[in-house]
């Protein structure tokens, strides 16, 4: 124990860089947007000014968007189109995000905002609703101290690269392959 605390102490004595950060939550499994918003929490905690842009679950309120509607340091954008299935609607869809990723971008170059949530983001890429490199341009230019966490599946190897942290959330098992219906507080 005595050698991992002298490598651990060593390693955080070299963590000295202060800067914003880009946490990139992927994976089949469940729980992306659930660990952002829990670092949205812990962001409150902090007293940031947090901005929200939710891609595709905009029609279904959660338990964290009622709690959060609450918090006055937390501005919620919604793409009101619910899932990319439900439409059934790619020109609809395309053109609702372009116009919630432009609400994105005045987020992201405001430094008054010290975290942007990108909820489901990267399924505006892989569908090709939104421009990649015009959303990595965006990324790499915004405030020096302004943290991005971006949720979704499939992630891009240029949003994995451009990253400081990437999580993979694997998918082992879920209660709604045994028909078992979302669950109040726990999925929704």
């Known amino acids: 124990m005595q050698h991992k605390k002298s490598y651990i102490d060593a390693r955080i004595e070299k963590a000295n860089i202060d800067k914003g950060i880009i946490v990139l939550l992927t994976g089949n499994g469940k729980g992306k947007s659930s660990s952002a918003l829990g670092m949205t929490c812990r962001a409150l905690g902090y007293g940031m000014s947090i901005s929200i842009v939710k891609f595709l679950k905009g029609i279904q ?4 968007d ?3 509607a609450k918090q006055p340091n937390v501005q919620t954008t919604l793409m009101k189109t619910g899932f990319t299935w439900d439409t059934q609607d ?9 116009k ?6 005045q987020y992201l170059t405001n430094q008054s905002i010290d975290l942007v949530v990108l909820d489901e983001l990267t399924y505006m890429i892989n569908y090709k609703y939104l421009d990649e490199q015009k959303i990595l341009d965006v990324l790499v230019n915004r405030p020096k101290n302004q943290h991005v966490i971006i949720t979704g599946r499939a992630a891009s190897q240029n949003l994995i690269k451009l990253a400081d942290t990437v999580s993979e959330v694997k998918d082992i098992k879920h209660a709604f392959r045994a028909n078992i219906k979302a669950q109040k507080g726990v999925d929704l």
């Open 61 to 64: 309120d959660t338990g964290e």
């Open 66 to 68: 009622i709690f959060l």
């Open 90 to 98: 790619k020109a609809f869809d395309t053109k609702m995000a372009i």
């Open 100 to 105: 919630i990723w432009s609400e994105a971008e």
